[in-house]
């Protein structure tokens, strides 16, 4: 295995300083900030200011036509940029948030969010279930939630703009439960006492607790259950998103709809022990625009990558994984789309109010959704049974033969129950330990990774947008220590365990 304290020893330095300089010129070396707009020679602003005059004399020959020769296209992204964030998910729009927030000097920073599905048809943000929880097994995703749930409770302190409605991310605080057999008590018992030592509030129950808590649960099976006091529930994914995106967008940042194509890039090679090390850094994005031909170049200084499912292919056009196997160039990173299903369903009889967001022992999960007797609910397939990434087609067998049976085994009365609808999205997955990746890379140094949550992206947005922010400005994580989620655990083999993967 490729030890990562030999191969990453130009990290340290990279690390040991802010990504970005936001103070002024005095900023060392390719991370001088361009602040302000790009100087011109005085010839190409006399030509600008002449080809102004004429289309106004044009306009004014024409009446009543917006024929326009010298017309560009709308939507393209500016022509330099600080930052660009390729992924417009919740993410994306967090970290772009936090960036303006968090910049020492108003308009500072010049951030750039690209997007490549204008309808967000498929996009895992509005495609989830939407809850948050603070019930795993690392500190780390502990703390993450537990600073979302208070981010989420004061949103409109921080995501509101003036002159617009408050936002309403239609909070539902039921928690979560998770049941667990008698084969996984101790891991569970195990997790809630890491969980209360971070500050959340959990209880175990006994089945007997348990039934007289919730009288449609068939307690068969259950050793013990714990149940999220506060901080735990779900929301509305969408109404998040937006937030960030119409709050970001507020402060000056850029929403282009476009695909990123390719990057250009410089490098350099520096002479270690072991042999070469080729050192890259991402000057251009190149943009293409929907349905078009048409691109555009952004010279930039770091490029963040949360583009989720599709996060690897992104890295390996900036040349991450692509090299010889068992070479740090050679190494993935390890994110790929997994195919998740969503099915609604009707139950006139089934739980109230009352009913959490349920985790049985089989890995089956269930809510309620509205007040009028429908509920949603899921499960991940098991490794051999992953389906089809190709499209966002559901299975409606899986439902039958995998979900179903457990569901009316664990509340009898939904053996009535009846399918309204479904849907299907993706988890952006890493198949290394299915925790984030958060920070630089080691070779490409001006790109950083935001994804690989495996499912738990969206409830932890707000805490790992901060995060990245902080990288970026201050050089090192402030709020909540992320460096065990950095790429280099990937070199050295050392897996971040969560066990409370849903």
Not at 36 to 51: A, H, I, T, W, Y
Not at 212 to 238: C, H, M, Q, R
């Amino acid at each position: 295995m490729i030890r990562a304290a030999r191969l990453c020893r130009g990290l340290g330095l990279l690390r040991a300083r802010p990504l970005l300089d936001p103070a002024g010129d005095s900023a060392p070396g390719p991370r001088r900030l361009r602040t302000g707009q790009p100087q011109r020679r005085d010839l190409f602003s006399g030509l600008e200011k002449e080809v102004v005059k004429f289309r106004k004399k044009l306009k004014e020959s024409l009446p009543g036509s917006d024929w326009d020769p010298f017309g560009t296209t709308k939507g393209l992204p500016p022509e330099r940029a600080d930052v660009v964030i390729v992924g417009g998910g919740v993410m994306g729009w967090s970290v772009a948030y936090w960036l303006k927030v968090l910049e020492p000097k108003r308009d500072a920073l010049r951030v750039v969010v690209i997007e490549k599905d204008p309808t967000y048809s498929r996009a895992s943000t509005v495609l989830s279930a939407g809850g948050i929880r603070q019930q795993f097994s690392l500190p780390e995703n502990i703390q993450m939630s537990l600073y979302s749930a208070f981010f989420l409770r004061t949103i409109n302190e921080h995501l509101g703009v003036v002159n617009e409605p408050p936002i309403d991310i239609q909070f539902n605080p039921s928690g979560y439960l998770f049941l667990a057999s008698e084969d996984r008590a101790a891991v569970l018992e195990e997790n809630v006492n890491i969980q209360r030592a971070e500050g959340a509030e959990v209880s175990l129950l006994s089945p007997a607790q348990l039934k007289k808590k919730y009288p449609w649960i068939n307690t068969d099976g259950v050793a013990v259950a714990s149940y999220g006091l506060e901080n735990e529930g779900w929301f509305d994914p969408w109404s998040l998103l937006n937030a960030f995106r119409r709050k970001a967008m507020s402060m000056g940042v850029y929403q282009c709809f476009g695909e990123v194509i390719s990057f250009t890039l410089s490098s350099r090679e520096i002479t270690v022990p072991e042999g070469e090390l080729t050192f890259s850094r991402i000057n251009y994005v190149c943009v293409q625009m929907p349905n078009s031909l048409e691109y555009q170049l952004v010279e930039c200084s770091l490029v963040i990558n949360a583009a989720g499912p599709w996060s690897q292919k992104l890295a390996e056009m900036a040349g991450i994984g692509v090299g010889p196997p068992n070479t740090q160039e050679g190494i993935k990173l390890p994110v790929e789309p997994r195919k998740r299903y969503i099915f609604v369903w009707h139950c006139p009889d089934g739980p109230g109010l009352d009913c959490p967001m349920l985790v049985d022992t089989t890995g089956a999960y269930f809510r309620r959704e509205g007040m009028g007797g429908n509920y949603l609910g899921g499960l991940s397939p098991a490794e051999e049974e992953e389906p089809d990434i190709q499209d966002l087609e559901v299975d409606h067998d899986f439902f039958q033969e995998k979900i179903w049976p457990h569901l009316a085994q664990r509340v009898p009365v939904f053996e009535s129950l009846k399918v309204k609808s479904a849907w299907a999205g993706y988890y952006d997955y890493n198949t290394f330990d299915q925790n984030a990746v958060l920070g630089p890379h080691p070779l490409v140094e001006n790109m950083l990774f935001i994804t690989g949550f495996s499912g738990h992206g969206l409830q932890q947005s707000p805490a790992a947008g901060r995060a990245m922010a902080e990288l970026i400005l201050n050089g090192r994580f402030k709020t909540i220590n992320m460096e065990k989620f950095s790429f280099n655990r990937f070199l050295s083999g050392e897996q971040v365990l969560e066990r409370n993967i849903v």
